[in-house]
């Protein structure tokens, strides 16, 4: 909007999980395009998984056949390495970070208050930095992180644990992997109990181009759907764990491709041109 004051921070590329990797693919293609296209060098990091050897090499072929410069790859398999000083010599070069999926509490317990971690905020809030997440390594990004949680069931305090994140994207939790695997309960039970919370949920092969202080894009070929968490009503204080909640007034917003959402009038906005 006119005469809003554009945050320095970053950017942030949330991906929904299962994105394709192939040249051809949309979101990789998008983030390579966000870090630097031609002179993008980018850190993939695998903190959240126990088989970095399984993911690491094939991120490092598709980024480089999308045209990235160059492309680095951390297993991160403990907090030692981020006082590793090689890694975090690459990641004062890098352009921007890829965070795979995995484990998001395994990814917060490697990383946050580590000396990478600490970097990865300075590089993130000097204005021009890119990090992205897939699956859990989106997960990871919001304020608010759900553990674990069944798909589908009821809204119950006892289905869904919550911890903290890393905080890049504040006051906001992210759910990945979200129509497919029927998540809508767990950010409703999250709501019912913490009703300041933006939720933002992402289709497989899906992402949602953050850009702080501005607007939000949609690419690749599933929807991302952005909940206005404040409530109107909630008994979560008085019910039991296994009780289920009474909630009203959760704001539910689609968006498929190229749509986006303004967070500061929490409005939906028409595709770009």
């Not at 980024?63 to 790859?73: F, H």
């Amino acid at each position: 909007m006119a005469g809003r004051k554009r945050s320095r921070r970053g950017r942030l590329l949330l991906v929904g999980g299962a994105e394709r990797r192939d040249p051809t693919h949309e979101v990789l293609s998008h983030f390579v395009a966000a870090a630097g296209g031609d002179e993008a060098k980018v850190l993939v990091v695998a903190a959240a998984t126990r088989e970095p050897q399984d993911v690491l090499p094939d991120y490092r072929r598709a980024l480089l056949s999308l045209g990235a410069k160059e492309v680095w790859t951390s297993p991160f398999r403990d907090r030692h390495e981020g006082e590793d000083p090689e890694l975090l010599d690459r990641l004062e070069q890098a352009t921007a970070v890829y965070f795979t999926g995995g484990d998001q509490l395994r990814l917060t317990m490697h990383v946050a208050g580590t000396s990478f971690g600490e970097l990865l905020k300075e590089r993130h809030n000097g204005g021009s930095f890119l990090i992205g997440g897939t699956s859990a390594g989106a997960v990871a990004m919001g304020s608010v992180m759900i553990l674990s949680g069944p798909g589908g069931g009821s809204v119950r305090r006892a289905d869904v644990r919550m911890g903290p994140g890393l905080g890049f994207l504040r006051d906001a939790t992210i759910d990945t992997h979200f129509n497919e695997r029927g998540r809508v309960p767990r950010f409703l039970t999250l709501f019912a109990q913490n009703s300041q919370v933006l939720g933002i949920g992402l289709d497989e092969n899906t992402a949602l181009d953050v850009r702080l202080g501005d607007e939000f894009r949609v690419l690749g070929s599933g929807a991302v759907t952005i909940f206005d968490g404040r409530v109107s009503y909630s008994n979560a204080a008085d019910a039991g764990d296994r009780d289920i909640i009474a909630l009203s007034g959760v704001t539910v917003h689609v968006l498929p491709r190229s749509f986006g959402f303004d967070p500061a009038e929490m409005r939906i906005l028409p595709p770009a041109d």
